[in-house]
């Protein structure tokens, strides 16, 4: 044998191992830990050799542990005092690449250049060419970073299982940062709205693993009811529901578990009235309507002011006074939703009372968003009816109605008091509205369409 | 009699024929049901080192024995190896034995080993991945068949990646690892063979060279199989006198009589 046995303990050679496992986990402050040791342990026996040959090299052993662990300038530091003829013949030629390479990295620029590579890469949406430069350079940004990097790069990648675990890294080194839980659900959040409900079922069961969270469980919930809404046939439909209600209870009893401070999160909330909103429309809609009561009971406790919690206990309460309360509550505090004017404006008719009805009709037609075809059907013909019984013009009345019949030409209430119209009756016929509970439906799809979701971006990290 | 795997035994360790073994309730390692290499008994195996070696690659080992480039039935917990063993002194043919390399309890000893199995494809590159992996199984193979303790990894340069004691052996020899993703192309393996081989040897007499494919044309199987290479290398004589550097020795001994 002519090859010196430099690690006889083998210690260093165990430190280099478990920095390498630890940066095969991201951990990059223990990684720097341990080859920082090995490095070390290396240099200190650099006396227990007499051939210079053998000094040289484990120098520039040492330097490599050095260089892995990200220490560039300790590195560097020490192949100062590396004479290139002197180490072996084998290893001579890895010399000059390593110390241009130290030197690269032990430069000033060094970060921010590795950092706007990484920018270019994400405004390119290169994901293998990031996933690379991470690799290389696992030091250039905090471990938390590094993580939510990656986490984003396997969003873009599909790659939920990875990405979960990631996010999950990523919480834990930066446990106070909420916005991470909130990056991590908003895909699964955005998914139904793209009629990708399958993928947002794939990707929260994976977060919920890795973040047991009130925000993951309210987004399986919301999830869950999303696939509800789509299911085949009622006995799916009942078990999908009763899945939706069981993670809202979790996530309810997480929330409860929350510090003063994390819990009066703004985002959180949105979330969480989202999933109270969905757990309550679905127990209306599998006919349990005194628990889906008691579930806005608890919504506007935790949000007396938000507009919405009101507007869904009228929906799963009407018709009754508390419901009509509720929708003028809801109006009052600027629910800017077409919901409470045209529950509003079907109890005004009900009670014979045209001028109103005809005053939330136009408010409902107003809103930003627009009803749906049903919805917006019914208004036009109560808007006729009302306008026919008040006296005016039957030209415009049947212009209302044309309109309505268009929008929606199997509208059967609208098609009903459209022949009383035109029978010369001023008794329009209000009967319960047939769909009332898609019309809960529909409220929940509304708000999902408008949640505010943002994709996580990590551009931030690497442009501080 | 001869174990249906065609050995008749290992170092340190006989095994008695089939109905003998039966007979007496021992399990032959090299059956298909026999005793596993478990990677978690890497410290056990190699006691100078093996903790290293577990903690730097007993994961990589299990994300591509199950999950890449061949995914394995959820709850798969080994993987069969089929090896072509040239033993010591290396003069014999290889043969053709199998081993099931698993991982039970690896998780008592790997914290977190599930989301370290879900980081690695994202934080090593693929390359370093595979060489890992097959250093582990290279690990297990070298000391279930040769009875061999890696001792230290040894420096770039040195030809090998770790010096190696065999039982029994006066001074201690070298082996190399390497791995292979996919060996779709034929020749892939032995040419890597052939390579890890002159390296071997340019800096040590005789040594050990494994190559581990992790995604093996079948043959008769199905599917891909996991292929390692375990052969012992050794300065033949006739290379010795042969070749350039034989004559150059031998006009070299002629000078000095």
Redo the contacts between chains.
């Keep these: 044998?002519?090859?010196p046995?430099?690690?006889?303990d083998?210690r260093s050679?165990?430190a280099?191992?478990?920095a390498?496992?630890a940066?095969?986990?991201?951990d990059t402050p223990r990684a720097q830990e341990k080859y920082r040791e090995a490095g070390a342990l290396l240099e200190r026996c650099i006396p227990n050799h007499r051939r210079q040959s053998e000094k040289h090299?484990i120098r520039?052993?040492a330097a490599?542990q050095y260089y892995k662990g990200g220490l560039y300038h300790k590195a560097l530091n020490l192949c100062e005092h590396i004479q290139k003829n002197l180490l072996?013949p084998?290893?001579v030629s890895?010399f000059p690449p390593f110390i241009r390479d130290v030197k690269s990295r032990a430069s000033a620029d060094y970060t921010s250049r590795v950092r706007k590579e990484l920018l270019r890469s994400w405004t390119s949406q290169d994901n293998p060419r990031i996933?690379?430069l991470l690799?290389d350079h696992?030091y250039v940004l905090p471990p938390g970073g590094v993580a939510f990097f990656?986490a984003v790069?396997?969003e873009n990648m599909k790659?939920y299982?990875?990405a979960a675990?990631?996010y999950?890294?990523a919480l834990r080194w930066n446990p106070n940062d909420p916005s991470l839980i909130f990056a991590a659900v908003a895909l699964p959040l955005k998914f139904p709205s793209e009629a990708r409900i399958d993928e947002a079922w794939e990707y929260v069961q994976k977060l919920l693993k890795?973040i047991p969270h009130a925000a993951t469980f309210a987004v399986a919930s919301i999830v869950c009811f999303h696939r509800a809404t789509a299911a085949a046939d009622d006995k799916e439909q009942r078990r999908l529901s009763n899945d939706q209600i069981r993670y809202f209870d979790e996530a309810w009893a997480a929330y409860l578990s929350l510090s003063k401070d994390q819990a009066k999160d703004p985002e959180l909330y949105l979330i969480l009235d989202l999933a109270f909103e969905t757990a309550a429309i679905s127990l209306f809609r599998l006919g349990e309507q005194l628990r889906a009561k008691q579930v806005c009971d608890e919504a506007i406790r935790l949000g007396p002011h938000s507009p919405n919690t009101w507007t869904v206990r009228g929906i799963v309460t009407y018709p009754s006074d508390g419901a009509v309360a509720d929708f003028q509550n809801a109006i009052a505090l600027g629910d800017d939703t077409y919901f409470p004017y045209f529950y509003l404006a079907h109890n005004a008719l009900a009670r014979s009372d045209y001028s109103g009805a005809v005053q939330f009709c136009q408010e409902a037609l107003k809103t930003r968003a627009k009803p749906n075809r049903r919805i917006e059907a019914s208004l036009y013909g109560w808007l006729a009816s009302s306008k026919y019984v008040l006296g005016s013009e039957k030209d415009e009345v049947e212009t209302l109605f044309h309109i309505g019949r268009q929008i929606d030409p199997e509208n059967l209430d609208l098609e009903e008091n459209y022949r009383v119209f035109r029978e010369g009756k001023k008794e329009p016929r209000v009967r319960p509205a047939r769909e009332w509970g898609q019309v809960a439906i529909q409220h929940a799809l509304d708000r999902m369409k408008h949640f505010p979701v943002s994709s996580p971006n990590p551009k931030v990290l690497v442009s501080s | 009699m001869v174990c249906h795997c065609g050995m008749t035994g290992t170092v340190g360790r006989t095994f008695p024929a089939r109905a003998q073994m039966q007979l007496r309730n021992i399990v032959c390692p090299c059956m298909p049901n026999g005793h596993i290499l478990q990677l978690e008994d890497l410290p056990a195996m190699h006691p100078p080192c093996g903790v290293g070696l577990r903690h730097a690659f007993a994961a990589q080992a299990v994300y591509r024995l199950c999950i890449d480039p061949t995914p394995q039935p959820l709850g798969t917990m080994d993987r069969t190896v089929e090896i072509d063993w040239i033993k010591r002194p290396g003069n014999a043919p290889a043969v053709q034995i199998q081993r099931r390399v698993g991982w039970t309890n690896l998780q008592n000893h790997l914290a977190n080993l599930n989301t370290i199995l879900v980081h690695l494809p994202f934080t090593l590159n693929a390359h370093d991945l595979t060489a890992h992996a097959a250093l582990a199984v290279m690990a297990l193979v070298i000391r279930d068949l040769e009875g061999a303790v890696l001792q230290t990894v040894l420096q770039i340069g040195s030809g090998g990646d770790y010096l190696v004691q065999i039982q029994g052996g006066a001074r201690p020899t070298q082996v190399e690892g390497s791995g292979i993703l996919n060996a779709a192309i034929s020749g892939v393996a032995q040419a890597r063979l052939h390579q890890k081989r002159v390296q071997v040897l340019t800096r040590s007499p005789n040594g050990f060279v494994s190559i581990t494919t992790f995604a093996h044309p079948g043959g008769q199987q199905p599917g891909p199989i996991v292929h390692s290479y375990m052969h012992y290398v050794v300065q033949g004589p006739s290379k010795k006198a042969g070749g350039k550097r034989g004559e150059k020795r031998k006009r070299n001994k002629g000078k000095k009589k």
């Design positions: 044998m002519t090859t046995v430099i690690d006889r083998g050679t165990v280099a191992a478990e390498q496992a940066l095969a986990s991201g090299l520039f052993l490599t072996p084998d290893v890895l996933l690379g690799q696992p990656r790069i396997c790659s299982e990875a675990a990631f999950a890294e890795t």
